[in-house]
T-cell receptor, first 114, second 116 residues
Framework: DTEVTQTPKHLVMGMTNKKSLKCEQH?????MYWYKQKAKKPPELMFV???????INESVPSRFSPECPNSSLLNLHLHALQPEDSALYLC?????????????FGQGTRLTVV | AQTVTQSQPEMSVQEAETVTLSCTYD???????LFWYKQPPSRQMILVIR??????QNATENRFSVNFQKAAKSFSLKISDSQLGDAAMYFC?????????????FGKGTRLSVIA
């Protein structure tokens, strides 16, 4: 299994809603990432988890709350989002041991905030 | 801080022809990895090719090859015999050879169109 699976694929939410994005991988990778990608732009790093611990938070607003319940699962909890938070949210993973390996990406969740 | 620059926002190529996408980067590290990722309309980022900085030999993967010039900090992607399915956004990315949680640094991307 060489996949990173993200659910849901599409999400529309109101500014007062609470929702969660889910990312799962069963490759034994110990580093997992959340990226935000606007149209025609490169992915922007949001969070990095290493061995289930948050290691990098790129000054992301608190309305985004990451969680890593176990080594295979990464969640992104969303609350009180703004329309400008509408974007493609990508999850990725990397093996811990080799720094030069490529990141494996999921297909992303297309989020629309109304 | 490391930076990655892709100076061609858009490129086009005729089907079956060859195209080269440019990428330059800036780093003070001596050991690192470089990648080209493809992102088609399906949205998934797909690894095209990877180059280790300590290897002098340019990486190749079927129709895809790179021209890695370490002194010039240049890492271009050549696509030979272009196919309609090659149409996508291409991102050049850099990663320092540190721990596994070191994130990728992306360029701004080049949108490639393939003309039938």
């Amino acid at each position: 299994d060489t996949e990173v699976t993200q659910t849901p694929k599409h999400l529309v939410m109101g500014m007062t809603n609470k929702k969660s994005l889910k990312c799962e991988q069963h490759m034994g990778h110990r580093a997992m990432y959340w990226y935000k990608q606007k149209a025609k732009k490169p992915p922007e790093l949001m969070f990095v988890y290493s061995y289930e611990k948050l290691s990098i938070n790129e000054s992301v607003p608190s309305r985004f709350s990451p969680e890593c319940p176990n080594s295979s699962l990464l969640n992104l909890h969303l609350h009180a989002l703004q329309p400008e938070d509408s974007a493609l949210y990508l999850c990725a993973s990397n093996p811990r041991s080799a720094g030069g390996t490529e990141a494996f990406f999921g297909q992303g969740t297309r989020l629309t905030v109304v | 801080a490391q930076t990655v620059t892709q100076s061609q926002p858009e490129m086009s190529v005729q089907e079956a022809e060859t195209v080269t996408l440019s990428c330059t980067y800036d780093t003070s590290e001596s050991d690192y990895y470089l990648f080209w990722y493809k992102q088609p309309p399906s949205r998934q980022m797909i690894l095209v090719i990877r180059q280790e900085a300590y290897k002098q030999q340019n990486a190749t993967e079927n129709r895809f090859s790179v021209n890695f010039q370490k002194a010039a900090k240049s890492f271009s992607l050549k696509i030979s015999d272009s196919q309609l399915g090659d149409a996508a956004m291409y991102f050049c990315a850099y990663r320092a050879t540190l721990s596994g949680n070191t994130p990728l640094v992306f360029g701004k991307g080049t949108r490639l169109s393939v003309i039938a």
